[in-house]
């Protein structure tokens, strides 16, 4: 299938696709789920980007001539015993995008592919407090945008062995954020991973319990117009499904064919 650059790919389960739709012709909205960084994806994923930018505290104290007894370069980037990072006690929340509708994630369920209007997702983002994070798959230029940006945050960072700290102007968290979120392993580029991101402090988010874990989450309800189109993967394979999922949209006030590629 070739790529639409006006377009941006989610991938979910078929649980919660149904979940999301369930409401949409009461409401006109899809009610999609940012879950929290850290328990949405494998800690290589986030811990790639910071040992990046852990490589640039150093790339930048050599060029600085600063000392190893003066350097930043071990501070700790999370809290002691938890994910949270350093700084302002906000979570990061996000529903991966993909470019790429060849994306196949792995899973025991199956899985529709929602196809979403940029431009109006980048509206929607725009006025609602979210952001979108397109993944960057360069290191060599991941290291040199993190050395321009220490250029200016480097000095506003106080630490030892006993206590980090910020200056009140720091944004120190910004950059580990960016870290967190854009910069990505190039084994993946294929995929053109993009974010969409909701900053959150815990009492502002919602949890449930599911497999021997509390879940927090953020609920998105995204207008319908920014749906483009709907594909079971391998429906082929699952006609009685694949038919259902017909009447399913229909029921929720939806062109069906023409978001299945039918008319």
């Known amino acids: 299938m070739e790529r639409d650059s006006s377009l941006l790919y989610v991938y979910l389960p078929l649980e919660k696709f149904f979940a999301c739709l ?19 994806v494998p ?15 150093g790339r930048y104290e050599s060029l600085r001539g600063i000392p190893p007894e003066a350097s930043k370069r071990a501070m700790p980037f999370f809290r002691d015993h938890s994910r949270q990072l350093v700084g302002p006690e906000l979570g990061m929340y996000v529903l991966p995008l993909f470019e790429n509708p060849g994306y196949a994630p792995e899973a025991d369920e199956p ?6 209007d940029y431009e109006l997702l980048a509206d929607y983002c725009l006025s609602n407090d979210y952001s979108l994070f397109r993944r960057k798959y360069d290191r060599a230029l991941c290291l040199d945008h993190f050395l321009k940006r220490l250029a200016r945050e480097y000095d506003k960072v ?8 910020f200056a009140a102007d720091s944004r120190f968290f910004s950059l580990l954020a960016n870290a967190c979120l854009e910069v990505a392993d190039p084994a993946g580029a294929a995929w053109r991973e993009w974010r969409l991101v909701a900053f959150r402090r815990p009492e502002e988010v919602a949890y449930r319990y599911e497999r021997a874990m509390i879940w927090p989450y953020v609920e998105l309800p995204l207008p319908v117009a920014c749906l483009r189109g709907v594909c079971l993967l391998e429906g082929e394979r699952q006609p009685l499904l694949r038919g259902t999922l017909v009447g399913f949209l229909r029921r929720a006030g939806l062109p069906a064919e023409q978001l299945l590629g039918l008319t």
């Not at 899985?111 to 979403?116: F, Q």
């Open 22 to 40: 369930a409401r949409t012709g009461e409401e006109g909205t899809l009610r999609l789920e940012l879950t929290r960084l850290a328990h949405l």
């Open 43 to 57: 800690e290589r994923d986030y811990q790639y980007g910071l040992d990046v930018l852990r490589e640039a505290i």
């Open 111 to 116: 899985v529709v592919r929602v196809a979403l």
């Open 158 to 165: 106080f630490f030892d062995e006993e206590h980090t700290g």
